[in-house]
């Protein structure tokens, strides 16, 4: 069968795969491609998932979460898309892209091993925009733009100067659901903590008209 070869992320390899490429980074050569062969066979997260273990058929790789690494992988027909299928969102986007980087699932407790997630996915949303270089370009992308939604929720929520009731139902939104939180924000037009307080307001007005 056909082979090509793509681009994927760490987090993306499967057992079989044949890496073909990577880039490595250090103060003496600055940015490498290494190339090669190497047959994936297992992968084993590290130091709260953010270090990869790559086992191949001949050593042992090492990469951080995002990383982007080449493979070669048997050819696939993609299946037909609709002409009007609608991209997803800013906010979607970051949605999707932050469960994804920090294995949340919907079953996913706000504590991990003594992390507050609510607080990570922020720290992390704010690393994006603030230390360039942190992440891959791909992910600062998509994270950069919550960066407002992210400090709102630590000026209103997390230092307790919202309406009660808007903290107490943030605070017990599970890590999906935040997700879903700062992406809504995204798309409502969060781009200031001000536009922030405004839209918590409008939370507070429909949680009342709720418990009314």
């Known amino acids: 069968m056909a082979t090509t070869e793509i681009t994927v992320s760490v987090e993306d390899l499967a057992k079989g795969d044949e890496i073909v490429a990577y880039t490595v980074w250090s103060f003496d050569h600055g940015t490498r491609t290494i190339t090669g ?36 992988r048997e050819a696939t027909t993609p299946e037909p898309q609709a002409e009007n299928a609608e991209q997803p969102t800013s906010g979607q ?17 706000r504590d ?5 997630l609510h607080r990570e996915i922020a720290e992390w949303t704010v690393t994006a925009a603030m230390q360039r ?31 009660w009731i808007v903290i107490e139902h943030i605070d ?34 429909e949680l009342l008209a709720q418990a009314a």
């Open 133 to 163: 270089g942190t992440l891959h370009p791909g992910q600062e992308a998509v994270f950069a733009p919550a960066f407002d939604a992210a400090s709102s929720w630590v000026k209103d929520i997390k230092n307790g100067r919202g309406s």
């Open 37 to 72: 062969s190497w047959i994936v066979d297992s992968l084993y997260w590290k130091a709260a998932d953010r270090l990869a273990d790559v086992y191949t058929n001949g050593v042992m790789l090492m990469f951080r979460r995002g990383d982007q690494v080449t493979v070669r």
């Open 172 to 205: 017990a939104l599970s890590p999906w659901q935040f997700c879903k939180l700062l992406g809504d924000m995204v798309d409502a037009g969060v781009d200031t903590t001000s536009a922030g307080a405004q839209y918590f307001a409008r939370m507070r007005t």
């Open 112 to 116: 991990r091993n003594g992390r507050d």
């Open 93 to 109: 986007q970051f949605t999707q892209e932050m469960r994804r980087f920090l294995s949340i699932g919907t079953r996913t407790r």
